[in-house]
């Protein structure tokens, strides 16, 4: 694929993504990081 075309389509897709972001979602995004932090440190409390 042209690298153009690429960055183009790139770009598209982080606007959009970027659009459907708002205060809970973003919140939600938070949390789900903090927990994987966490997990990487505590490796015998994995749920299965």
């Known amino acids: 694929m042209d690298p153009k075309l690429t960055i183009l389509f790139l770009l598209i897709s982080s606007v959009i993504g970027l659009s459907h972001l708002n205060d809970e979602n973003l919140a939600r995004m938070r949390r789900q990081l903090i927990i994987r ?4 440190f505590v490796p015998g409390r994995r749920k299965s």
Do not use: A, F, I, Q
């Open 37 to 40: 932090r966490w997990r990487e």
